[in-house]
Structures are given as structure tokens and as C-alpha cells.
């Protein structure tokens, strides 16, 4: 069974900038996608970021040029770095996970797989 365990969030200025990290344990394998998506207050869930098993990066159109994703294939590690936030992108963001051949989407549906969820909250 695959686990993913989200890093702990944090709080910080409008501007400023956090790093998560996301750890997956279980049967990974390479034919996966990975990805990070989030939950504002009053807003459906949505996509983030992503990273194909080709190690394409796509991101959402609201934090293209802030957000990086990245992962360590051989610790098992996914992060996002976010930079430049702002104070409506505080939620929780999850990291994410699906098989079936490593292609990617934005529907939250498509993922599997989910950790537990950690809080970012930007300030104004």
C-alpha cells in the first residue's frame, strides 16, 4: 500500500516563501505521476503542480514562475517550492499520487492516493 507523508507547512508573510516535502513509501515504481493540489476556503480543490514518470513538470496557470516541483527519485521524495505567495493561497495542500502508466491530470479524481494534508497560511 502506497503512503504518502506531507511535511509540515507553515506560516508566513505575503511575498515570503515555503518549501514541502512529501514522502512516499509502498510500492512506487516508475510509472507513476505525481502531484500537488490544494484546498482554499470556499474554492473546490484543485491542482497545483505535477511531475510525469517522464519527469515533465506542468503547473497550474495561478502559480506558474513561483511554484517548483521536484522529487527525488531515489529517496522516494516529492517537494514543492513555493515562492512569492500570496495571502489566497493559504489551505492545506496534499501531495498525490497515481499509477496507471505515470500519465497525468488536474482531476483530483485520478488520484489515488493522498497523505494526510498540511496547512499553509500566508499573511497579508
Known amino acids: 500500500e502506497v503512503q504518502l507523508v506531507e511535511s509540515e507547512g507553515g506560516s508566513v508573510q505575503a511575498g515570503g516563501s515555503l518549501r514541502l516535502s512529501c514522502a512516499a513509501s509502498?510500492?512506487?515504481?516508475?510509472?507513476?505521476?505525481m502531484a500537488w493540489f490544494r484546498q482554499v476556503p470556499g474554492k473546490e480543490r484543485e491542482g497545483v503542480a505535477r511531475?510525469?514518470?517522464?519527469?515533465?513538470?506542468t503547473y497550474a496557470e495561478a502559480v506558474q514562475g513561483r511554484f517548483t516541483i521536484s522529487q527525488d527519485v531515489a529517496e522516494n521524495t516529492l517537494y514543492l517550492q513555493m515562492d512569492n505567495l500570496k495571502p489566497e493561497e493559504t489551505g492545506m495542500y496534499y501531495c498525490?499520487?497515481?499509477?496507471?502508466?505515470?500519465?497525468?491530470?488536474?482531476?483530483?479524481?485520478?488520484?489515488?492516493?493522498w497523505g494526510q494534508g498540511t496547512q499553509v497560511t500566508v499573511s497579508a
Open positions: 498525490v499520487a497515481r499509477f496507471s502508466g505515470g500519465y497525468c491530470y488536474w482531476d483530483a479524481s485520478d488520484y489515488p492516493y
Open positions: 509502498g510500492y512506487i515504481g516508475r510509472d507513476v505521476c
Open positions: 511531475v510525469n514518470k517522464e519527469g515533465r513538470t
